[in-house]
Structure formats: structure tokens, C-alpha cells
């Protein structure tokens, strides 16, 4: 379906797993839901698992209460029933079995999958197995497959030839890009701020290692918050010992948005040290209320950041440390990349975002906009992030 036609609304659903999630817990998958089901919030189909509803929508949530088991049992079933025609499947896998009238539109959010990160834990190494059999098949059934990034975009069709990728890049709630709310440099906190997880993509352990070594070489560094690993923490208080770091880090507990907003407002600057990334919300947060960056190069994360963040190579700890050496003392240039931050944020404005929501759907289901944004729905994560 390559233009809008007046043929009849289609009735699209959508796994809304991620939505149960409390607020302030959302993960990045879920934020991406939110921003693609924007002003058609009520009016597609949510379907989960039996359990608490936290998202205010109302949601078909019949099956099996094992979310692996009720996506590729309970859910074909569902999707049978309520004669769906079109399901958005939005955390890179759909079940093996979908209706054949039912057309797939499948967000696959980043290759990290395909790129077989080890964790050093046999079930989580076999279930990220699991899941990139899922991703395969699910691809090769796809009427078409959205990402958020056009590097995201490259990647996929390096690993799916042939597919139909569509880019609808990732945004934020409108109460991110306020400009009355941005804090002057000159005013805020002495602090580094990072949002991760301790995947392997994130490069956490790296970043611990620059940010010692950044510290042991100023005389009065910048602290290190950290935000996402509300339980992971502890693990790492060995570690920030043996660095000569451990007075220097806090680990945030889990945060509401409008906590995680505050602090990325008052941050000096914000790290970003990951080795692969589809997009890079924490970058875009950072960038949304006027706050420095202080980010690798590689995949997504120059295509995001522009010319705002002061970029290194993940992989090189010096490089790492140098570049939030730099930063951090230098009051001029946080000033310069603050400015440049909101510009390049701009692109990715939730205005800018729903434009290409509306059109999608127009094009791919033939519904034409409801009146208003729910605003519920564009939320954030940081209290154990898998961005």
C-alpha cells in the first residue's frame, strides 16, 4: 500500500507487554510503543498477559500469564479471535504463527542481538539464542519493519536483504524539550551523569575504568551518578574500590520521570560510552534539557548526537578518560555543546515524531489522526534500563 486511499479504518493491535510496567519503569522498547501508538492510543488493540495494568489503556490481557509462552500461544489466538488486521510487534520478536489475513509490522529497535554480545551466563546466552531465531523468522514475515535509526536501517537489511525498513526515530515527552526549564551552565551541579545497564553493548565496565582514571588525574573531579542499575549497584562496590572510586559513585535508585528529568538537568555532563546502541535515548534526554555530552562514535550515536557531544572511541579508555577530562574542565565548552545539544534535539521533537506517526498509519492502516496526543503514553526508564 504505497498512498493514503479512503478504503475503511484497518483494525490494528498491538502487543502491549511493556505497558504493564509501573510508572517510571518503562523500558526503552516501551517508551518506542508509546511514541508509535501516540493519538492512537485507544483506538488500537492492546493485547498482555494477565497482570496489573499500569498504563491507563484498556488492554486485552487473556492466556498464559508466562509472557514467552502467551506471545506464541495465547497471543495467535487473540489475534484470531479479534480479527486483527494489522499487529504491531514491537520488541524485535512476534510469534511463529500469525494469522494469515493478519499483516506483521515488526519493530526490530537494533542488531545487538544479531551481533551475539556474550554475558558470561549460559541462560541468558541461550535465551538471547531463543530470541535471535524469534527475530529471523519474524523478519522474513514482515510486511514491514521499523527501526529508529537510519544506521539501524543499514544494519538490518545487512542481516534481513530484501526486507522493507522504515525509519520512525525515537522521541520523549513534550515536558523534556521545555527551554524555560534548562538550567544555566553556571548553575548546576558538580556531577557526571549516566544512565546505563549492565549489558555488554553498554561498555559499563570500560566507563568505570576511564572515569578512575579521569579522577586520579584532577584534583577535584566531577562525581559520577548513575542511573538504570537501581539493583546492580552493589555488585560493582568491589570494583569501584580496587579503582580508588568508590567515594566518588552513587548508584541512583529507581526514578521517577520527573526525578530523572531533574538530574539530567543539573548534570555538568552526561556520558554515553556504548559500544552498539540502535538509537540512544539517554543521549537524546541529555541533548532535550541542554545538557553536555560526553559520547562514543560508534553505530547510532553520531547519527543522533550530530555535532552536540564531544565523541571517543569506546573501546579506548584513555580516549574515554581524555574526553571527560576535557569536558568537564572546560566551563566555555559545556556552554557551546549545551547550546548545540537543544538545536540537535530539536529533530526529534515529539511534534516532529508524531508528523511521521500519522503518516505511517495513514499510509500502511488507512486511519487519519484523532484530535490530541495522549499524554500518557511518551514516558521514560531509569531504574534498571535496557534503552
Request: hydrophobic share 40%; aromatic share 10%; charged share 20%.
Amino acid at each position: 500500500m504505497n498512498s493514503v486511499n479512503r478504503a475503511a479504518p484497518l483494525r490494528v493491535g498491538y502487543d502491549a507487554h511493556a505497558l504493564l510496567a509501573p510508572p517510571g519503569a518503562l523500558t526503552g522498547k516501551g517508551v518506542q510503543l508509546g511514541n508509535l501508538l501516540g493519538r492512537y492510543a485507544q483506538r488500537f488493540i492492546g493485547f498482555a498477559p494477565p497482570g496489573e495494568n499500569n498504563s491507563n489503556l484498556p488492554l486485552v490481557q487473556q492466556g498464559s500469564p508466562r509472557y514467552n509462552i502467551w506471545e506464541q500461544t495465547s497471543l495467535p489466538a487473540l489475534l484470531r479471535r479479534t480479527k486483527i488486521d494489522v499487529f504491531l510487534a514491537p520488541y524485535n520478536t512476534a510469534p511463529l504463527y500469525i494469522p494469515s489475513s493478519t499483516r506483521l509490522v515488526l519493530v526490530v529497535h537494533d542488531t545487538i542481538l544479531q551481533e551475539n554480545f556474550k554475558h558470561g551466563n549460559l541462560r541468558r546466552d541461550l535465551y538471547d539464542g531463543y530470541r535471535r531465531f524469534l527475530i529471523r523468522r519474524a523478519a522474513r514475515r514482515a510486511e514491514v519493519i521499523l527501526t529508529v535509526s537510519e544506521f539501524s536501517k543499514q544494519e538490518i537489511l545487512s542481516y534481513f536483504p530484501g526486507s522493507r525498513v522504515e525509519v520512525i526515530p525515537c522521541t520523549l515527552a513534550a515536558s523534556w524539550f521545555n527551554r524555560r526549564a534548562v538550567v544555566p551552565a553556571d548553575q548546576r551541579d558538580e556531577y557526571l551523569f549516566m544512565v546505563t545497564s549492565p549489558v555488554p553493548h553498554k561498555n559499563f565496565d570500560r566507563a568505570l575504568q576511564a572515569y578512575a582514571k579521569y579522577a586520579a588525574s584532577s584534583p577535584h573531579p566531577l562525581k559520577l551518578r548513575i542511573g538504570g542499575m537501581a539493583r546492580a549497584g552493589e555488585r560493582y562496590r568491589e570494583t569501584l574500590t580496587a579503582l580508588g572510586v568508590a567515594g566518588l559513585v552513587q548508584f541512583e535508585p529507581r526514578l521517577s520521570d520527573q526525578e530523572l528529568q531533574a538530574l539530567y538537568r543539573h548534570a555538568g555532563a552526561v556520558l554515553v560510552p556504548s559500544l552498539m546502541e540502535g538509537f540512544g535515548i539517554p543521549m537524546l534526554e541529555a541533548m532535550s534539557v541542554g545538557t553536555p555530552v560526553i559520547a562514543s562514535y560508534a553505530t547510532s550515536l553520531r547519527e543522533v548526537g550530530g555535532d552536540a557531544p564531544y565523541y571517543f572511541d569506546p573501546r579506548n579508555v584513555e580516549e574515554m578518560a581524555a574526553a571527560i577530562k576535557t569536558v568537564s574542565g572546560d566551563a566555555a565548552l559545556r556552554q557551546d555543546m549545551a547550546s548545540r545539544s537543544l538545536a540537535e534535539a530539536e529533530r526529534y521533537h515529539p511534534a516532529v515524531v508524531q508528523a511521521k506517526v500519522d503518516e505511517f498509519w495513514a499510509r500502511i492502516a488507512n486511519i487519519t489522526p484523532e484530535p490530541a496526543i495522549n499524554p500518557g503514553m511518551a514516558t521514560t526508564a531509569a531504574g534498571d534500563a535496557q534503552f
